[in-house]
């Protein structure tokens, strides 16, 4: 029972270089969601997907693109890694259900920018 | 922008010992999420609540939502260091399929 699957688990990148985090959920789920975790700053909304075909931003979007490439799959790419983008990225997905929006998570990339 | 305001951010007790963590809004909310999560795991769902005043019960962890929705709170009584992560609240708005989630209370439970 898969869930939701990240890859890579972890990653260092250097100032500038770019890179795409992969994520694929099997539980037919309609949306997707890609967060941030830093240190006292809780869970910040990168961009969402509420179905296939349909991305939009979310609270900190700069330096992201996204591709809901499949109702499966929903990647995350830096063009120009930074080191402010050093962080811990999640990728959820969820029921497309009015009233009653669960996440069900990742294990987490934890990105490193030197 | 829907914010959540979590107290206390940081909470260390002794097993056996009762806490209660708050989640609080200036916003409405249709539902809000209690998650857990441990280090290095994705956070984990623990109980959603969608009507105003309801309570739920998950073995020792009692999860309350405010009459007016705008406010949650999890109470755990006689807490065991199994229970230590991070408790998390997340509020979900309507149709626009978002999850706005608290910054957190980190919970230490020493036995």
């Known amino acids: 029972n898969a869930g939701v699957t990240q890859t890579p688990k972890f990653q260092v990148l250097k100032t500038g270089q770019s890179m795409t985090l992969q994520c694929a959920q099997d539980?037919?789920?309609?949306?997707m969601y890609w967060y941030r975790q830093d240190p006292g700053m809780g869970l910040r909304l990168i961009y969402y997907?509420?179905?296939?075909?349909?991305?939009d931003k979310g609270e900190v979007p700069n330096g992201y693109n996204v591709s809901r490439l499949n109702k499966r799959e929903f990647s995350l790419r830096l063009e120009s890694a930074a080191p402010s983008q050093t962080s811990v990225y999640f990728c959820?997905?969820?029921?497309?259900?009015?009233?009653?929006?669960?996440?069900?998570f990742g294990q987490g990339t934890r990105l490193t920018v030197v | 922008t829907q914010l959540l305001e979590q107290s206390p951010q940081f909470l260390s007790i002794q097993e056996g010992e009762n806490l209660t963590v708050y989640c609080n809004s200036s916003?409405?909310?249709?539902?809000l999420q209690w998650y857990r999560q441990e280090p290095g795991e994705g956070p984990v769902l623990l109980v959603t609540?969608?009507?105003?005043?309801e309570v739920k019960k998950l073995k020792r962890l009692t999860f309350q939502f405010g009459d007016a929705r705008k406010d949650s709170s999890l109470h755990i009584t006689a807490a065991q260091p199994g229970d230590t992560g991070l408790y998390l609240c997340?509020?979900?708005?309507?149709?626009?399929?978002?999850?706005?989630f608290g910054k957190g209370t980190l919970l230490t439970v020493n036995p």
């Open positions: 959820a997905s969820s029921p497309q259900i009015t009233r009653n929006t669960e996440a069900f």
């Open positions: 539980m037919n789920h309609n949306s």
């Open positions: 997907s509420a179905s296939e075909g349909t991305t």
């Open positions: 916003s409405v909310f249709s539902s």
């Open positions: 609540v969608v009507t105003g005043g």
């Open positions: 997340a509020g979900g708005g309507g149709s626009n399929y978002k999850l706005t």
